[in-house]
């Protein structure tokens, strides 16, 4: 099949921000897509673009599909008013599952808050 692989681990893998579900339906979709991404080391790091910050911090995967980040450093830049930075940085923290679904990862926040979609980075 040529259906993508789900990794076996984000370990070393790239997103970028494709769209936003939240839990009541409403859907948040970036101006462009590579000023928001993820990229997941393989030391158990992340580093993050959230439109016009950068941040950096450690996650962790306590069994299948799930995640977790930890407290992150990130640059305190001001985004312009249509930026997504705001939304990124409340629901972050509250991210606690993960799954590859034809390509994308949909990363979920606890108590159906709702979930990020990102593709692979180019």
């Known amino acids: 099949s040529l259906a993508p692989q789900e990794p076996a681990s984000l370990a070393g893998t790239s997103w970028q921000f494709v769209k936003f579900t939240g839990g009541d339906g409403k859907v948040l979709i970036p101006d462009d897509k590579s000023k928001y991404t993820v990229n997941f080391g393989a030391d158990g790091r992340f580093n993050v673009r959230f439109d ?67 593709e692979p980075a180019p």
């Open 52 to 118: 016009c910050n950068r941040g950096f911090g450690g996650w962790k995967s306590a069994g299948k599909n799930q995640i977790e980040f930890g407290a992150m450093g990130l640059t305190r830049a001001m985004c312009g008013p249509e930026s997504l930075h705001d939304h990124f940085l409340r629901q972050w923290p509250h991210v606690r599952s993960y799954v590859v679904r034809n390509g994308n990862l949909h990363l979920a926040l606890m108590a159906d808050g709702g979930i990020f979609e990102f």
